[in-house]
């Protein structure tokens, strides 16, 4: 009989890592599959980059006008929470007979929320 388990991680490698060591270490496992937030990633390179600033100003004559441009460091507030949220579920399809030793695994490298479904 087939049976489904699932995790939650802090960030993708871990949960990839958790997968490949449950690949290598346990028998009986047909399918593992993560999720994750690929705008956490986006996000993430948007924190470290530059807000550019555009500050206009007005130029005396009749249609030319003069504008400025600040640079500044940008913060992870820019970014709204849901999208800096990195977390990783994944879904491993085991045998009956492996699921204690999957979930042990899953438990052991960090994994929280742990689910089992027949």
């Known amino acids: 009989m087939l049976s489904r388990v699932t995790a939650e991680f802090e960030t993708p490698e871990l949960a990839e890592y958790a997968m490949k060591r449950i690949r290598e270490n346990v028998d009986y496992v047909y399918s593992a599959k993560m999720i ?20 206009p100003t007005y130029y005396n004559t009749h249609t030319n006008f003069l504008t400025s441009v600040m ?37 052991a490298m960090g994994g929280m929320n742990i689910k089992f479904a027949q």
């Open 36 to 55: 994750y937030n690929r705008f956490a990633e986006r996000a993430e390179r948007l924190g470290r980059s530059s807000a550019f600033t555009i500050i």
């Open 71 to 107: 640079e500044s460091p940008a913060s992870k507030d820019i970014v709204p929470e849901p999208a800096r949220n990195r977390k990783a579920t994944t879904c491993i399809i085991c045998g009956s007979a492996a699921v204690d030793n999957v979930i042990a695994f899953l438990n």
